[in-house]
């Protein structure tokens, strides 16, 4: 499905998403592209989370002073943060 959004997008039709109760579709409603656009960046989320915690904490443990491991969970954590922002739902 992952090949098919790109040649979909570039002849305008709507987005392509997946659905628990109809499956892959094509979708137009506003409301329905948000809520799967929320799940995905949720799903994202976590793994970045996984990824900060499992991965680049201990690294950072390990080695305090390493510039790289620094830099990359600082960055990192910006992603996190605008995940955040973007995965919850509308007040």
């Known amino acids: ?8 997008a570039e002849r305008g039709w ?3 998403v997946w659905g628990q109760e109809v499956g892959y579709h ?8 948000e809520e799967w656009e929320r799940a995905w960046l949720s799903e994202k989320l976590t793994q970045f989370r ?3 915690t499992g991965t680049i904490g201990p690294y950072l443990a390990r080695f305090p ?10 960055q990192m954590k910006a992603i996190e943060s ?3 922002m973007v995965a919850r739902p509308p007040r």
């Open 1 to 8: 499905m992952a090949t098919l959004r790109d040649p979909c």
């Open 14 to 16: 709507p987005p392509v």
């Open 65 to 74: 002073k390493s510039t790289w491991a620094g830099y990359l969970s600082d």
């Open 50 to 52: 996984q990824m900060i």
């Open 82 to 84: 605008n995940l955040a």
């Open 26 to 33: 094509f979708c137009a409603s506003e409301a329905e592209l």
